[in-house]
């Protein structure tokens, strides 16, 4: 009998509903919305030092100008941060070419001033969040770093080899609505030659970060990189003491560029840098202030 | 005499009934099978196109009653960059998937013959999950069985409440560019 009624009032109101009214249903009901790839998890490449799950798309070229000042010194030795204007007097800089191959393999290179260092990356986009499904991105990274700086002491037996490191992380991330972006980063880094005999050349990291969106173009970032193994490494001597990176900063979005301002205490713009060896604690005498310039070219055609 | 009460009866009758209307308002349509749709910005820093070619159509030829259905993440722009910020930023496609338009013609004109026909379609264009009523002209063509649309007509941002942001205010177009070419073949 329901049914009957059912039947009877679509008969019914079919007629009375306006034939365009149909039409766009006929259509929307034969095309029903397929999952789709979650988009737009963070503005750029990195969140602040930590990699995110965006990789270039393919034929597309990042220009990428990473640069922080140093120490902002905030403290009463140096007239409160006055003597080094807050930091702006020094730099370290790395400058890297990063091109999408397919949308979802990227390579880059790149050159940092700390320790001379040439760097290579793959980053590869294993899984993709999607609108129904899957529920998070994970992205393979991996680089080699080669330190072209010269070997501290000359009469010692030195080998090439010790000029390398690399870097190993699993990038996972989610997209939880418009608004929040969550990135858990498991990071391994080898170094080839360390400074200790007690130091360890492999050093694990888990790196959590958050994105914020604030308006359409600009986004709030915060990331810390906890190391798992290697924190009570010895103090002798000149030998220095590693602390754990955090960095907070901004992302301003203007279409080609994205420009990210930001605050850490990350030395160094390579993770196996800023992540294993960073010798600055959060704190305003050694906290500096930092900058990306990201810089996209298509050449899609 | 047949006993209309029996529920068998009303079944059938009612069965009867829809599979007619079905039949009749099937016999009348006509739905796309190759179509695109594509926009331009046009400014002096920057030029923007992007095209679709996954716009959907359906036209009643009885009623010249006519649909479009596209879904905005399916555009495609040679900057992928700008592909994202699109869908993110200006058309927000999570919230509002899709952009239509439905309408009717208003001249009297007999598809299911060939020919050349001027016309003037008034009906509403829903984008970014705003409607707006709009008079849009277009050309039809009419040949062995193939309905063509082509139609050109712009789209004002500030109309269906897109803004832009003033960091880039100067590189995207106030009022867009948009091209339809749909064929529709006779629905089956």
Redo the contacts between chains.
Sequence with gaps: ?KK?IY??YW?LF?GIV???????N???S??P?KP?AV??TFKSTRLVNLQSNETM??K?LDFRIQHRFSSMNINKDNNYGLYDVFGLDGAVIRLGLEYGIT?KLMIGLGRSTAGKTYDGFVKYQLLQQK?KGMPMSVVLFGNTGISTQAFADKNRQNFETSRLSYVFQTIITRKMN?YFSFILTPTMVHHNLVETKETPNDIFALGIGTSIKI???TRFNIEYIPRLNGRNQPKNGDKPTYYDAIAIGFD?????HVFQLHFTNGNGLIEQQFIARNPSQFNLTQLRFGFNISR?F?F?? | MINIKTPEMKKSILTLLVICTTYASQAQLYSSTQSVISFFSKTPVEDIKAESKEIKALVNVQTRDIAFLVANTSFQFENKLMQEHFNEKYMESEKYPMSTFKGKIIEEVDLTKDGIYNVNVTGKLNLHGVEKDRNIPGVVTVKNGVIHIASDFKVQLAAHQIQVPKLVVAKIAEEIDVKVDASLALKK
Excluded: N, P, V
């Excluded at chain 1, 306006?18 to 766009?24: K, N, R």
């Excluded at chain 1, 301003?252 to 080609?256: F, P, R, S």
């Design positions: 009998m009957t039947l009877f008969l079919s306006s034939a365009q009214d149909d039409l766009l006929m259509l929307s034969e095309a919305q789709t988009y737009a798309k393919a597309h949308d609108t418009d308006s359409r173009s301003i979005e203007t279409g080609g996209t298509s899609d055609k």
